[in-house]
């Protein structure tokens, strides 16, 4: 079981899948690096991994989904908690393949009809369920039941730029929605350059493309920001 606490000091740490972003030239040599990113990210101790390819077909999503659970898999026994995945929008290819839950498209299928379709198929089990929202969408959202994600969309991290001159952090609104009551995690884009001003705003964690799949050594990236502190 991955951990939902949200008042641990430690950050929630999920990297977002991207292969078409990757230095390969073929389809298929992409999506095994994909796979051995995904194997050393899941070594590395890291907690979610969201399968976001949206080009591929509901078969090709499948064997992804299907394989990158079995190379998360072959990890789970020498970690406390397993490395979790998520697939992104495609709640039939979570549910048929067991994954750990399914992070909703932001026009996609309601939350509410989410949980409901979840709960029925894996009744009992730790399924999460991923919501993309801005800050104006978090602040009139009810307190949600468990196992809900909030991934904060880029844009809601207005930035301001800092005295020190050397950094930008987030706005006063972006620190209150990173406090709410179900995990909140601001979604990055960049290579994580304001990762820490994200964990030291109060935000559960990062989630986060290249800055995961640029690393040229996963392992220390994910100790490096396991030291990060809310």
């Known amino acids: 079981m991955s951990r939902l606490n949200n008042s641990s000091c430690v950050p929630l740490?999920?990297?977002?899948?991207?292969?078409?972003?990757?230095?390969?030239?073929e389809t298929r040599e992409a999506q095994e690096t994909l796979l051995l990113k995904i194997e050393a990210a899941a070594a590395a101790g890291v907690d979610w991994i969201q399968i976001r390819e949206k080009d591929l077909s509901g078969r090709e999503y499948t064997l992804l989904t299907r394989e990158a659970l079995r190379r998360a898999t072959k990890w789970?026994?020498?970690?406390?908690?397993?490395?979790?995945?998520?697939?992104?929008?495609?709640?039939?290819v979570a549910l048929a393949e067991r994954a750990s839950g399914v992070h909703l498209a932001e026009n996609g299928l309601p939350l509410p009809e989410a949980k409901r379709l979840a709960n029925a198929q894996t009744p009992g089990q730790d399924f999460l369920v991923g919501v993309p929202v801005t800050l104006s969408k978090l602040r009139d959202l009810p307190r949600t039941?468990?196992?809900?994600?909030?991934f904060l969309a880029p844009s809601s991290l207005r930035h301001r730029k800092r005295r020190s001159g050397r950094h930008r952090g987030l706005s006063g609104s972006a620190r209150s929605?990173?406090?709410?009551?179900?995990?909140?995690?601001?979604?990055?884009?960049?290579?994580g350059e304001?990762?820490?001003?994200?964990?030291?705003?109060?935000?559960?964690?990062?989630?986060a493309i290249r800055l995961f799949q640029d690393a040229s050594d996963m392992s220390s990236l994910i100790q490096s920001l396991r030291k990060l502190t809310r």
């Open 177 to 191: 929605a990173a406090r709410s009551p179900s995990p909140c995690l601001p979604s990055e884009r960049s290579r």
């Open 13 to 25: 740490l999920c990297y977002v899948t991207d292969r078409n972003s990757l230095p390969a030239t």
């Open 194 to 207: 304001n990762a820490a001003d994200c964990v030291a705003a109060g935000a559960a964690g990062i989630a």
């Open 76 to 92: 789970q026994a020498s970690k406390s908690a397993a490395t979790r995945i998520l697939v992104n929008d495609r709640l039939d």
């Open 145 to 150: 039941a468990a196992r809900v994600i909030f």
